[in-house]
């Protein structure tokens, strides 16, 4: 029996243990946005060091930031001459609200068919155990030809305000050949597939101020302009009839889709039917001219996040509002960046909006579109990894989602990035009743297992 | 002494027993919208029926409706040759919210310079006890040659549902030969006025959905049509660049101003600095071509009243919502009708609400404009009566608010409606700080005196 088969046996005779690590710590809720799960971000930090330090690790630490703390590890007895992986991930997860649609307890995992329902079950506590369970199958049957070192920090979900400054200052502890990060997913349960390509993001909160107070809308209306009013008009000019975006230059940059990718990306099996079966909407739209696939990872996009003005009750309330809010974001796609698309957006505020409204433009994140290496040996490694456990090539997709660590890895580091996880499209990431399917996360440890033996730089 | 110099004698000698009167209403929380002021309404209705028991009224009633009482009283001593009036008002008030923003306890009448502040002391407590205690200076001083009659309704401020309904049940008991609605306002302190015109309403709730639940903005962005873009986008296209209204047939039925009535209106003091001071906003806008005065009081209007969707608390989230919400009412002058513009508003969501989205329009309230007779014995004696106060003769001005009962009263009762208060447009009606400028009071006060005394069919 070689070592890579004695591991899959092992990894297959503990699955239920497995599945009892995944429950264990999607039990634990480390919402990072929410100051009262402060405790219960440590305990999760925490229960991750425990489990490292049983594969032997070394200088394992929970350093703090100005938030929450990160969790450094390594394991380099494969030698000196064995290529070293870092290993990034986070261990927070998403608020669950609106609590009321979930139909069991978001951090009491449950079990309905092939699914555990749990918050993080996917996003990305799934994926952390996953690789965790490969490690173990490794070294319990002798095997793990590389040296690992683990990054993971606790504030991917609120934008990872520290973890820049965290890199520089621990910059030493990170060096690396290759950096794995385990936050990704793959097509669907059937369909293996490697992602190469992710989207940047610039989101905005727009304020809007009128009157000094809130106005009797018959008294006044029709001469004191309305910043509810002219929020809508103009966010309504923010994108044309074939819903292109208008701010000024945001397409100057955009990177023209070669043939041969449109056509690799048509082969990619989600029809139309797929989509909306997933999102329960009852058609598709988007810009004119491409495919749903390619409208939800290789183009850019604006969409609204949040709207709040005036009277939100029940019933009418006659009142022109002294203000009115909304949050914007875009899609940033190779070669956007957020620079540009600022500018853009500060232009396009300077030119409409209307005397008698002040503006305020505050920005809550940031971060590159990113294309990585699809020629290197990691992708090849993955790639026959993926072959191996479902028997077919994995095609190569291109992520709607922004992961703002991978340019920020490949900067700091100088180093290739590779995206390897097993979350699916329908795992219901940040929204209700997120769930991990079962049988694609014991796939995935296999796979973890066949990438680790199979890699060579 | 005439008999109308005796009742101004009275009335100036109690203005200190007015003042009492006045602080004794708005102390009761009369908010007809929130349930848990059910008793504080039947308080109210109580305080001012004890009022005209001491005036020996007679039939006083307060009626239950499926929400909340209506009173009625007479006083028909004058006897059955002299002509009967039917007073309208309404002893309910608007919520206070935002609180945080009153100076004074909004149900504790504070006197600040020749203000008195308190939620209702001008919309419309401080009318009702004006006009009680010209009767009672009037009856007091062996007075009032007219017979009178109360209808006040405790739902003013919530649309009047049941209003019609106890009307045409008590048609019998409301027979006049004019109506005198208290509910209104003059220009300013030193502007004596008689609005002959009010604008119409029509309310409207527009629901958008798309997915069957919200979404990661990163993943499905793009592909999924957004109900709260789509929102903005909607509305966006309600008005042109001009602030024209641009659903269908919108403007079809609007008459024409005349050139004699443009020149009287720009007699009306409010000038831009005026519109600027009452409201603070940093400059006016509206429909091109017209004056602030017009837009605000002769054109119609469209404004967004309410707007929420997706994500609306502090920082980012990167959700693609499922719903979006906003509340949209416009302001309608002779003779468009609330059925006219229904219509071409649904013909507009029918055209322009895109594949993917469906929606629900929810109507909250709707009601013609109304122009009342100028060329009248009422108008004649009111503008007598104001001009006997304030030495000058008043203007005649259109309002930009809604008094649905106008329309009510002169359709069912067929009687004339004569708008007849004391409000100023700087009293921060349905705001925080609401207040009665007491001069203009006790001047009101003594208004009302001469109008009842100098009225003849």
């Not at 899959?8 to 005779?13: K, L, P, S, V």
């Not at 350093?63 to 991930?89: D, F, R």
């Not at 500060?346 to 809550?364: F, M, Q, R, S, W």
Request: proline share 7%; with cysteine; charged share 25%.
């Amino acid at each position: 029996m070689t070592s890579v088969d004695a591991a899959i046996a092992y990894a297959r005779e503990h699955q239920t243990q497995a599945l009892e690590d995944l429950k264990a710590l999607v039990r634990i809720p480390s919402i990072s946005t929410l100051s009262e799960h402060q405790a219960d971000m440590r305990r999760a930090a925490e229960w991750i060091a425990a489990r490292l330090k049983t594969l032997e690790f070394e200088r394992i630490d929970i350093i703090p930031t100005p938030k929450h703390p990160v969790l450094l590890a390594e394991w380099m007895k494969a030698g000196p001459k064995a290529p070293t992986l870092l290993v990034y991930g986070h261990y927070d997860v998403q608020p669950v609200d609106p609590i009321g649609l979930w139909t069991s307890d978001p951090f009491e995992p449950t079990q309905r068919g092939e699914n555990l329902y749990a918050r993080g079950a996917s996003d990305m506590k799934g994926q952390l155990v996953g690789l965790l369970r490969a490690i173990e199958a490794l070294r319990r049957t002798g095997g793990l030809p590389v040296n690992m070192k683990f990054l993971l920090e606790g504030e991917e979900e609120i934008g990872s305000p520290n973890l820049e400054a965290f890199m520089r200052a621990h910059q030493d502890r990170l060096a690396c050949d290759l950096c794995l990060n385990v936050d990704s997913g793959i097509l669907a349960a059937d369909s293996p597939s490697i992602g190469y390509g992710l989207r940047g993001l610039i989101y905005f909160e727009l304020r809007l101020l009128g009157p000094a107070t809130d106005l009797h809308s018959g008294t006044f209306g029709g001469a004191i302009p309305n910043p509810a009013t002219v929020l809508c008009e103009l966010i309504g000019g923010m994108r044309d009839k074939k819903g292109r975006v208008t701010l000024p230059g945001f397409y100057d940059h955009v990177r023209k889709l070669s043939k041969n990718e449109r056509e690799e990306l048509a082969r990619v099996p989600t029809p139309d039917a797929w989509w909306l079966k997933q999102t329960g909407s009852p058609a598709l739209g988007g810009e004119a001219g491409y495919t749903a696939n390619e409208r939800a990872s290789v183009r850019p996009t604006l969409d609204v996040n949040g709207l709040l003005g005036g009277f939100t009750g029940e019933g009418p309330k006659t009142v022109l509002p002294a203000k009115a809010m909304a949050k914007i974001s875009m899609r940033l796609v190779p070669d956007q960046t957020p620079e540009d698309v600022r500018r853009g957006m500060l232009a396009y505020l300077k030119a409409n909006v209307p005397a008698g409204i002040t503006y305020e433009l505050l920005e809550h994140s940031a971060c590159n579109p990113a294309i990585v290496e699809r020629e290197s040996a990691a992708v090849r490694a993955a790639s026959r990894a993926l072959k191996a456990v479902w028997g077919k090539d994995p095609l190569f997709t291109r992520q709607g989602g922004s992961v703002p660590v991978v340019a920020l890895l490949q900067d700091l580091l100088d180093v290739k990035v590779l995206m390897l996880g097993f979350g699916l499209a329908d795992d219901n990431l940040h929204a209700p009743n997120e769930k991990q399917h079962l049988p694609t996360f014991y796939r995935g440890t296999e796979a973890f297992i066949h990438f680790l033996t199979g890699y060579r730089p």
